[in-house]
């Protein structure tokens, strides 16, 4: 998408874990979210693909953050169905709820960037609040219909369409591979 790295991380991060800690399907299978040491572990991956300094995170942290992801993918279904309204009102009681505040940081030699962080400072608030803002500055532009919901049946997981010309439809290659082969089995019987 390119607004710039910071939101495209916390995009995909939103993306990750709404994908990874809520059920549903995936794939053309039932998904249910990975529990214990596993579903730490799939949190602490999505953390650190968008983040390169993400750090350990406690399993009270991965059951607050899986509420989150919940509610973010509320936000991707309402945008699915046409309901800009609805994915705006989400976003912004999450915003509110998080009190996310912009700060200006720089690290590991990069440039100066935005930052959003929640006022209570706990791992899962602030990419709480790093995520609602990614995704509202998403929503807030020309772009807002490049969040989606994978259209492969059976298959429910969300994507963020970053292609030029915005045409993505499914949540990977797989779901789309999934649909072409179903597609061109029916023309051949």
């Not at 529990?35 to 991956?45: C, H, I, K, L, Q």
Request: hydrophobic letters at 40%; a negative charge; proline letters at 4%.
């Amino acid at each position: 998408m390119n607004f710039n790295s910071h939101t495209d991380a916390v995009v995909s991060i939103a993306v990750g874990l709404v994908n990874a800690l809520t059920e549903g399907e995936a794939r053309g299978r039932p998904y249910a979210p990975p529990t214990g040491e596993a579903r730490a572990a799939a949190v602490g991956d999505v953390l650190a693909a968008g983040d390169r300094r993400a750090p350990e995170v406690a399993e009270e942290e991965v059951d607050a953050l899986a509420e989150v992801a919940g509610r973010l993918r509320g936000v991707f279904e309402a945008v699915t169905r046409g309901d800009v309204d609805a994915a705006a009102l989400a976003l912004n009681e999450l915003l509110a709820e998080t009190d996310a505040r912009p700060h200006l940081d720089r690290h590991d030699g990069e440039p100066w960037h935005l930052h959003f962080h929640g006022a209570g400072g706990t791992l899962a608030g602030n990419y709480a609040a790093g995520c609602a803002t990614g995704l509202a500055v998403v929503l807030g532009s020309e772009l807002h219909d490049r969040l989606g919901v994978c259209t492969a049946p059976h298959c429910d997981r969300v994507y963020v369409d970053t292609s030029r010309n915005g045409t993505r439809r499914f949540c990977s290659t797989a779901c789309q591979n999934r649909v072409k082969t179903a597609a061109f089995r029916a023309r051949g019987a």
